[in-house]
């Protein structure tokens, strides 16, 4: 270091020391072989102090001079403008394909195939005489049931409220229907299922037109001309008779009343 201060600085001899001076501090060394630093003094700011030496305060100010500099300005922030995007035009899509020309094609004229020629026909084959028939003989049923009871009570009769009712066979059972008078037709029940139960007496329901309800009961021959009728309720305890006359007879009815009063008496 004393070697480069001598460099850089005038210098001056005095016997075996130098002198020289540094920014306006003037430094002596006793002795140029001497490699100690008590072998060197300065005048000035420098001073030797227990053979140490106060380095100068050249430094303090320039560290002053340079925190005096105002420091430097930031910089304003630079504004960069997005760009703006371009609009790209449409990407007009490829035109579709023209079709293809449609061929028609005109059906082959149709062939008129002539009918067949009709068979011939063949002659008549001559068909044998058919033998005369035998003409049936129509053999006339009467509807009158040969079982049916002489003495029975088939037939039309007269009720006590002057209405007419035609007893008839209905399978094995007799059954009484109510006539109209003027059209003598049929109407509804009113003797229902009468079976023989005793000699000349029958027994099933009746119907009654006035209460609408049908009860239990027996017809009876008293006389070949006159018939009681019995309806009975409350389990057959309590009943009610009325006497029927005879309108009308069959005509087999008729022919054996007949023929009884065409019979000769016995003679005594």
Known sequence: MLAALILFSPSAHAGNGISFSIGGHRIHIDSVRCRSLSCVSVDGAFRRDDARVTKPT?????????????????????????????????????????????????????VVVPPPPPPPTPPPLARPAEPARPVPQVVRVSREPEDEPVEGPIGDWQTEASNLVRIRVCGRALCGY????????????????????????????????????TYYGTIELTDPDRMRVAACALGRFYCTTADWTRVSRTPQQQRVITQRQSQPEPRS
């Open 58 to 110: 050249a430094a303090s100010a320039a560290t002053e001079a340079i925190s005096a500099v105002p420091p430097a300005s930031n910089p304003p922030p630079v504004v960069v403008d997005k760009p703006t995007p371009v609009a790209l035009p449409p990407i007009a899509a490829p035109p579709a394909p023209a079709p293809p020309p449609r061929v028609v094609i005109a059906p082959p004229p149709a």
């Open 178 to 213: 109510a006539v109209d008078r003027e059209t003598r037709d049929l109407g509804e029940a009113v003797l229902i299922n009468m079976k023989p139960k005793q000699d000349a007496q029958w027994s099933g329901n009746i119907y009654s037109h006035d209460s609408g309800n």
